[in-house]
């Protein structure tokens, strides 16, 4: 089991989450450490995350070399006792090999995640709602948070598009696995004939960057608009420019975002999100600069389809990627997608 622990650590990263947390202490014993609330903040959020990875990978190392070495001892009387301790190890070692799903670079992350109605008119953007409905059952069951950033009603019914930001324990590392094109068949609740119709949303999924540190943008990259928000949001913000659209010359993105009343909050927000993107664009493309970022192939994205739902003529859910289904799609659309994400985990695992 030690060997197994030293692989699992390694894999883990944890002796460079140490030093990152080494360098967050001292910084933090620093006389005017406080003198900068926010980055004060950002600092203790950070070496909370980072002991609540490391600490127990620590404690189990410790706890298993203690064994080991009383283990070497001629002393009979504590056999018994050790194999009762090894058990309860072994235990603790099989629940935190979850961990071992979660070993990219973002997984950790909280995540943006957003909801894009596709072909298919009003039933494709009652589609998107249907979506939307699905992820915030699936996060509030699960006890992460779960907050809307914008969000555009559809012309007769659904959604156009929503932005979420979903926070919790591996949400990105989760969430990742649900990236990419979801397919409806039905009979149609839009349709006079009640004809039997297909529709697509498109699932985007990207860790979200809280620290301008992680992903450095150059001011001079950025062309930003201010305007008038439209839709809900109340009198102020529909009569004051507090709208911001943030676009990045060099790859095409573009982030629009008019929720708050506060123009500052929704720039605050835009490049939160704006880093975000960049950083999924670094992992898609294996670009260690982002002066080498290419814009991204949207017209692709909506090839990649990975999972069906189908209401009619049979009922089925089926991730075309792992071949895991279910013929129940009515727990699946009302949150139950466990299955499914481990499912994509034991995968990608099983892949890497």
Request: aromatic share 6%; proline share 3%.
């Amino acid at each position: 089991m030690q060997v197994q622990i030293t692989q699992a650590m390694k894999r883990l990263a944890i002796s460079d989450g140490q030093k990152q947390l080494g360098a967050l202490k001292k910084k933090a014993e620093a006389p005017d450490f406080w003198a900068d609330n926010n980055t004060a903040q950002t600092n203790m959020k950070q070496q909370a995350k980072l002991e609540s990875k490391i600490n127990p990978w620590l404690a189990i190392n410790h706890d298993v070399s203690d064994i080991v070495e009383l283990g070497g001892l001629k002393d009979t009387g504590i056999k018994s006792d050790l194999l009762s301790q090894l058990q309860s190890i072994s235990k603790r070692f099989d629940n935190l090999k979850q961990q071992l799903k979660f070993a990219g670079s973002y997984d950790d992350h909280d995540a943006i995640f957003s909801i894009y109605s596709g072909a298919g008119g009003t039933d494709a953007q009652d589609w998107a709602q249907m979506l939307l409905r699905m992820y915030v059952r699936w996060a509030e069951s699960e006890g992460h948070k779960v907050h809307i950033l914008d969000e555009s009603t559809g012309d007769e019914a659904g959604i156009k598009s929503a932005t979420l930001e979903i926070s919790g324990a591996f949400i990105y590392g989760k969430l990742k696995g649900e990236h990419g094109v979801h397919r409806l068949v039905r009979l149609s609740p839009y349709n006079a004939d009640n004809l039997r119709q297909t529709s697509f949303a498109k699932v985007e999924v990207i860790p979200k960057i809280d620290s301008p540190k992680e992903v450095e943008i150059d001011e001079r990259d950025l062309k930003i608009d201010v305007y008038r928000s439209g839709g809900h949001g109340g009198q102020s913000v529909n009569t004051t420019d507090s709208a911001v659209r943030v676009t990045h010359l060099p790859t095409g993105l573009v982030v629009a975002i008019q929720n708050e009343r506060s123009q500052l909050q929704n720039r605050e927000t835009a490049m939160t999100i704006l880093r975000s993107k960049l950083a999924a664009l670094q992992i898609e493309q294996h670009a260690e600069k982002l002066s080498q970022l290419k814009g991204p192939n949207q017209s692709a994205e909506w090839g990649n389809q990975i999972r069906s739902y189908v209401l009619h003529p049979y009922k089925q859910v089926k991730d075309l990627r792992t071949k895991y289904e279910t013929s129940n799609p009515d727990s699946v659309l009302d949150g139950n997608l466990e299955p499914f994400i481990n499912a994509y985990l034991e995968f990608i695992i099983g892949n890497s």
